[in-house]
């Protein structure tokens, strides 16, 4: 939900928002009664343990399976939309505000690494050096809107090495765990500034989803990319690479396209509502699961989704699978953990 979204809230953002924006990014997140409850729209597992992030800068804790949580300290009270982890100590979390949050302890303490206030900085530096003048008159234009722009995802690329992408097509990169950035914008063929909203990688393999059918593909582990021509012009918000050769996009209305052929051809797979597809996550035997806004999670069964429960859940904003078939839903009224695996 928070992808589907965010085109909306930047384009109502009131001429207050750049300002409301950088206050947030001072503001450690305040004490929530029942965290678990809130909107939340990112969760990923650090070993044994789960951590959740949402509205307002929380992030959750769990070492139960997510039955109980634990708010912990956040330095910033600007949503954060989505977390992934390295490993059980490394962790990256990202949001609203440009902000990316660190972690070397399994998610007990974050750090901020970049916002929205360094970020045009860094594109501008980057644009001057590749005597880039549109690039150059576009990080101006970002600097002069303020703070304000959301990263979306964050894609985990090796100890230390991180890329993250979000509105207006900001890509950026580490090396060496958040101390430096690097610009990707002049990699990827979007002079548009799209939205980006997903990333995955398998192997020399990463995609990038975003608004308006945008698709990226790279076969040299984000060295250069190409652009993919897709039968969907509607946003996709989630991605998946179930394996070495196939490509699953979904988004907009319930569109799931999916190409076995690096992304030359593409055909549908039916998902049993047209409601917005928000998240994805392959299980740990390879079961291809999604989100969807109306509130169910749907298995890939062949060319098809099917619902994995009988009743409708909240309005859904994200999926995560863990370890063992361990599978959490995130919705609108919080966190919810699923049982079993289908």
Known sequence: MAQVLVALLLAAAPAWAAESVSEALERPAQLTRVPERAVLLGAAQAGSAWIAVGERGLVLRSEDGGARWQQVASPVSVTLTAVRFADERHGVAVGHGGTVLITGDGGRSWARRLDGRRIPELLLADAKQRQDAAAQKAAEQLRADGPD??????????????????????????????????????????????????????????????????????????????????????????????????????????????????????????????????????????????????????????????????????????????????????????????????
Do not use: C
């Open 149 to 342: 722009k959301p990263l979306l995802d964050v894609l985990i690329l090796g100890a230390g090495r991180a890329l993250v992408v979000g509105a207006y097509g900001l890509a950026l990169a580490t090396e060496d765990g958040g101390a430096s950035w690097s610009s990707w914008a002049a990699r990827i063929d979007n002079p548009k500034g799209l939205h980006l909203y997903a990333a995955r990688q398998r192997g020399n393999r990463i995609v990038i989803a975003g608004e308006q059918g945008l698709v990226l593909k790279s076969d040299d582990s984000g060295r250069s990319f190409q652009r993919l021509a897709t039968p969907y012009p509607g946003s996709f918000f989630t991605l998946e690479l179930p394996d070495e050769r196939e490509i699953v996009l979904a988004g907009l209305r319930g569109n799931v396209w999916h190409s076995t052929d690096g992304g030359r051809e593409w055909s549908a797979l039916a998902v049993p509502m047209p409601v917005s597809i928000v998240g994805s996550q392959l299980a740990a035997d390879g079961t291809l699961l999604l989100a969807s806004q109306a509130g169910f999670v749907l298995a890939r069964r062949g060319e098809a989704f099917v619902p994995v429960h009988r009743d409708p859940m909240p309005p859904l904003t994200g999926l995560a699978a863990g370890r063992g078939g361990a599978l959490l839903a995130l919705s609108i009224q919080g966190v919810m953990p699923i049982a079993a695996q289908p």
